[in-house]
C-alpha cells in the first residue's frame, strides 16, 4: 500500500488542514474556518467527511497495520484562536426569520461531531484538543468533547452564551457536569465568565497545562508517556464512560431545548449577538494585520503545521515528507517574535 492510500482521509479540504505522523500514529487536525474563527456549516461537513474517512480506515485491517491512527489531535490554525464558537451571524438569520428546522440541523451537525469525538469514535484511539489562545462558547465545547484537553497556560476559555440570554446548547452542560459536578457546571454557564487555563486546570477541566508557545512539544509528550501504557490507560477511558456514559440522546435532547430558548430570543438580545460578529470580524482583521506585519504566512501551507509534528510526516497529498524544506524553522528575527508576544491582543469576546 502506497502512501496515497492514505488520500481519503488527507484529502484537501477548504476549512480543515490534516497531517498525519507515523512514528506516533498521530492525526493532526487543524481549523481554519472562514470567514472568520468560528463553527462554519462548511467546517462541520468537512469534519463529517473526516470522521467517516476514519471510521472507513478502522474497517480495512491493511490500512491499519500500515497506518495505524492511535491520537486524534484537534487544534487550529488561526493564530492566538482556538475556536470562537457558534457561527452567531447563521444564528441571527434564522432566530429571526424563525426557522425551526435550519437552526435544529446545525445543532445536530455539532452534537454529530462532539458525540464521535466524546467515545473516541467507539475505536481504540485518545482523542486530544489543543487550545492556544481563545476558545469560546461552542469552541469551548469543541474542546472539551476530547478525551484529553490540553491548554497552553494563558489560553482563555468561556461560555459566554448567557450574555444575550441563552446557553451553551451543544454539549457544554454534559461534559463539564460530568467534569467538574453539575452546580460548578453551572455556575460556570451562568457566570459568563472568561477563565485561563491555569485556572480550569486546577479545577479539573484542563487535563494538561502546556506552557505558552509549547502546546504542541506538550501534545508530544504527552502521546510519548500515554504510548507506554496506552492499554492500561484506553480501558481507564473505558471505564470512565461506562461508569457516567454520554448519550447521543441526552446530547440531542438538550440541543432541542437550546433550540427553543434560540427562537425566544428578542430583538434586543439578537443585536448583542451581531455586536459578537462584528467583534470577531475586527478580532480577525485585526490577527491578518499582525501576522503580515511579522511576514507569517497564514495560508493551507501554514508553517505553523510543519512545526507540529516530527519528520518524517505525510501530508494531505499521501507524500512523505522527510525534510524540512524551509531555510529555517522560522525566518523571524528573535526580536520579531517578542514583538510578536508583545502585541498579542488579549481582548476578550
Known amino acids: 500500500m502506497t502512501p496515497n492510500k492514505l488520500n481519503p482521509i488527507l484529502k484537501n479540504y477548504e476549512q ?14 487543524y481549523m481554519n474556518p472562514q470567514p472568520r474563527p468560528c463553527i462554519t456549516p462548511t467546517l462541520l461537513s468537512e469534519l463529517k467527511q473526516l470522521q467517516q474517512s476514519i471510521f472507513d480506515s478502522f474497517e480495512s485491517p491493511q490500512f491499519s497495520a500500515l497506518y495505524p491512527i492511535n ?44 458525540y464521535n469525538n466524546a467515545v473516541n469514535m467507539h475505536r481504540p484511539l485518545t482523542t486530544i484538543s489543543l487550545v492556544e489562545g481563545s476558545a469560546l462558547g461552542g469552541g469551548f465545547e469543541a474542546a472539551l468533547s476530547s478525551n484529553i484537553l490540553i ?23 454534559s461534559l463539564l457536569a460530568r467534569r467538574i459536578g453539575i452546580v460548578e457546571a453551572e455556575r460556570m454557564i451562568t457566570s459568563g465568565k472568561v477563565y485561563r487555563a491555569d485556572e480550569l486546570y486546577e479545577i479539573g477541566v484542563v487535563d494538561v497545562l502546556a506552557e505558552d508557545g509549547e502546546g504542541k512539544q506538550t501534545v508530544s509528550q504527552y502521546i510519548k508517556q500515554h504510548s507506554r501504557s496506552s492499554n492500561g ?4 477511558n473505558a471505564a470512565r464512560q461506562r461508569f457516567s456514559p454520554i448519550s447521543y440522546d441526552e446530547l440531542l435532547d438538550i440541543t432541542k431545548i437550546w433550540v427553543e430558548a434560540a427562537l425566544n430570543l428578542t430583538k434586543r438580545e439578537i443585536r448583542i449577538m451581531e455586536r459578537l460578529v462584528f467583534a470577531q470580524d475586527r478580532r480577525r482583521k485585526k490577527t491578518a494585520t499582525d501576522s503580515g ?19 518524517p510526516f505525510i501530508d494531505n497529498q499521501g507524500l512523505s515528507i522527510k525534510h524540512d524544506r524551509r531555510k529555517a524553522s522560522d525566518r523571524r528575527s528573535t526580536s520579531e517574535v517578542q514583538n510578536k508576544k508583545e502585541d498579542v491582543n488579549t481582548e476578550t469576546i
Open 16 to 29: 480543515l488542514n490534516i497531517r498525519y505522523d507515523p512514528d506516533q500514529g498521530s492525526l493532526w487536525c
Open 151 to 173: 491548554a497552553e497556560r494563558s489560553a482563555e476559555l468561556g461560555l459566554p452564551e448567557i450574555l444575550f440570554n441563552l446557553f451553551p446548547g451543544m454539549g457544554a452542560y
Open 293 to 311: 506585519r511579522n511576514r507569517v504566512l497564514r495560508t493551507k501551507q501554514d508553517r505553523r503545521v510543519l512545526n507540529a509534528v516530527k519528520l
Open 71 to 114: 491520537y486524534i489531535i484537534t487544534a487550529s490554525q488561526v493564530p492566538n484562536t482556538f475556536n470562537l464558537g457558534g457561527d452567531l451571524n447563521l444564528f441571527a438569520e434564522y432566530i429571526l426569520n424563525k426557522d425551526r428546522d435550519h437552526l435544529l440541523q446545525y445543532a445536530t451537525s455539532c452534537i454529530d461531531i462532539l
Open 233 to 236: 490507560l484506553r480501558a481507564i
